[in-house]
């Protein structure tokens, strides 16, 4: 993505804010904040949850009028009475989760409540095809316009938004965190669209907790801290420690502080796990100690094989043993009792009862051990939550408060505090950090390093890449419902993860010394590249009990050929 | 199953940044803290009563008193089971019409020549079977237990039409008969059996809902099932359970009932699903699950009867009576609602127009 130079200062923003105030009660979200966008340029707008970010878009949105300070449009004061007097204004806001009516098609949703009329109030359908049409080349991609916006994927439900956006003319395009819910090549399909946009003249404001992302995609930067502004400049001249240093307002130390651990016996295993139409033949381990994640794409399996694992779902065919002992398929309640814990991807829906309060939370999973004579004694549960919510410095006013009050990252910390109240053995995480502020995700980071050094065998799915090679000790990479490649710590990184994920790579994931006496050499596609150089001494110690099948790479288009030589 | 409707999510947003509070109930953080709706509708009794004590001659004797809490019996019955399924996010509108069959084949039993200590056990068993089925419908078969029980509602009340037919059976024998009317009350005060069976069970209902592991698991299955189930809580069988025990409970009353009148019929406690829900939602248990107090639902039961007994000593026809006690129930689910959204508009006008903004797609 080509980096322009930053928009000239000569001419006036297209969107500024001037000394703008907002409280909340007693909560000051936003004091005395500047903002510049320009005509042309991609803004970024970086921040702690909690920082003001929210605020300050919902106020370029029109959603909330500011307490003090002005919003000026084209140099000139305005004020939005609700947001669809900024949208007449020419700002679309794209939001993280997108709000499309599933049962309209994509061409409906575009140009709901205002689609071109024929004689009688007829709705012209032809024309409202033809526009959407229309949009979606000028986006460059390819949705037909009578699709059902129901099974959609996030980014392709985002690309209507954004057409949507476009159908009213938009010149300020903010985005709140679109990337969260998406897969590597949906993001790059999507900031092609952005840098289109932008390339057209469009002034779009970026927000996303992937610092990454922000240097590929932004000239500039704003950052906020406490409601507060901390710095507007270019990105030219910074490094991503820079940019965290201003978000935090301290050293956050190593970002991902991996602990060398020695890893211990088998704590997890898992044997040629199979649900019909999801994933196939899964088969690994985790040792004590150890801290394994599950790589992929979104769709590829991953949630699916660590729900099944934990009994969530059933599984058609397979087993799990935890310390040796098989688990009885398809009852979290039995997982729970064998010492598993499931810290689920979806926060809001599965790992939290939004409404119930903070110990009611983290109570949950230890029913059985707060009671006395059946009765839950109320000190016990209270003591579980205020011992936990101290081990994990979590934020809150009172025990009694519903978690819905708080942070997404205390959120999870409730959640992750309920899992390891219940001092299990293998700790499976689904997206430990995905929404979460850059703070809080570098204490996740470190609990669960000092976890796996205290013994805990944890599985983690992620779809962040630099989360995934900067804590596991062995990356598993699944490919359309397959284990496609293992891939031990040293030998991780990015190249190498994307294309397991993608189908693409055919590697074995073995090291080379482990495959010495070569059995009938499996036939290796066409086009594999060469192995990976591998220091001898650098091994991962061998996996024992592993099927040598599972290890096999697929077929050059990722098809998943027949097993040969699985154990 | 309750992601609230984002119309209703009308809450002053959290120190910034956070997700959006869920708004619905933020009335509780308000002035709205102190308005606990089962602490109001227990006032409420406490104001009806003493209404009635200054207004109608004879409300206050301890023999209509009796008479009040005995007509209120059943109801009271049918309202713990229903108070728990509801908190769990279910509903059984079955259980009068077991009650209709309970009561139809105690009569068919006793015209055919049983005992009746025979016949209360296989009455159970029967109850025990009928909520059995329900909860296999909902936790097995996986439909929502609204269709189920409005199914078994009318498959209960023909069960009882085929056993009994439009036949009445009278002449319980006497010694049960006593028990269950107002004229025996337990020793020294005015409570009549029927009326202290239903205390005990109530504590201990609000024991299993408040104290126990149970209600914990209770609540929030009503809230937030798949959280629940994800944290390990048997969510089938919890539900299966509660049907089973409310049909049993229903199958009990029907028992009472037959007694308390004396009149064994097929069409008995015809309609009282209704007000046992409206009992219920009265006493502010929120129909959406996850939500509510026993107590409350206790002096929802109490208001409706105490409400009844007013009226009637009034000379107010029945229809009236129902439409009273319809108008209160739309009162008591409007209130607490009106009370949340008055509340956050206080607090922030604009983020109502921000959620519904959100649900309708920001399109106008």
Known sequence: MSRTAPAGADRAPVLALREVNKSFGSVRALRGVHLDLYAGETHALAGENGAGKSTLIKILAGVHTPDGGTVLLDGSPAVFHGPAAARDAGIAVIYQEPTLFGDLSIAENIFMGRQPRRFMGRIDHTAVREATAALMDRLGVDLHPDRAARGLSIADQQIVEIAKALSFDARVLIMDEPTAALT???????????????????????????????????????????????????????????????MVGRELGELYPKQETRTGEVAL??????????????SFEVH?????????????????????????????????????????????TAAMGAGLALVPEDRRQRGLVMEASIERNIGLTGLGSLGRGGLVRRAAERARAGDWGLKLRLKYDRLSDSVSVLSGGNQQKVVLAKWLATRPTVLIVDEPTRGIDVGTKAEVHRLLTSLAAEGLAILMVSSDLPEVLGMADRVLVMHEGRLVSEIPRDRADEETVMAAATGRAHQPAAPAGQLQPQPPEVPHPPGRPPGPQQSPGSQQPPEPGRPPGSQQPPGPEGSPGPKGGAA | MNAPPATRAAAPEPPAGGPPVEGHREARRGPGRFLRWDAAVGALLVAAFLVGTGTTEGFSDTANLSAALNDTAEIALLALPMTLLVVAGQVDLSVASMLGLSSALAGALWDAGWTFETIVPVCLVVGLLG?????????????PSLAVTIGTLTLYRGLASVVLGNKAVADFPETYARWASNTETVPGTFVPYPLALFAVLAVCAALALHCTGFGRALFAVGAQEDAAYFAGVRVKRLKLILFAVSGFVASFAGIVYTLRYGSARADNGLGLELTVVAAVLLGGIDFDGGKGTLGGAVAGVLLIGVLNNLLTLNDVSHEIQVIVTGALLIVSVLTPRAIAVLTARKHRRTAISEATDTALGKAP
């Open chain 1, 184 to 246: 590597g090549s949906e993001t790059a399909r999507l900031f092609a669209v952005v840098e289109a946009l932008r390339a057209e003249g469009a002034a779009v404001l970026f927000i996303s907790h992937r610092l990454g992302e922000i240097f590929e995609l932004c000239t500039r930067v704003t950052t906020l801290r406490d409601g507060r502004l901390v710095a507007s400049e270019s990105l030219a001249g910074l490094t991503e420690d820079d940019l965290v240093r201003r």
């Open chain 1, 269 to 282: 295993t898992v044997h040629r796990l199979t649900r019909e139409g999801v994933f196939r033949d899964i």
């Open chain 1, 288 to 332: 004590k100690g150890e801290i394994v994640a599950l790589a992929g794409l979104v769709g590829a399996g991953r949630s699916e094989v660590a729900q099944a694992v934990f009994g969530v779902d059933r599984p058609d065919a397979g087993e799990v043993r935890v310390a040796g002992k098989a688990l009885r398929p398809g009852s979290p």
């Open chain 2, 131 to 143: 909520g059995l089925l329900n909860g296999w419908l909902v936790t097995r078969v996986g439909l």
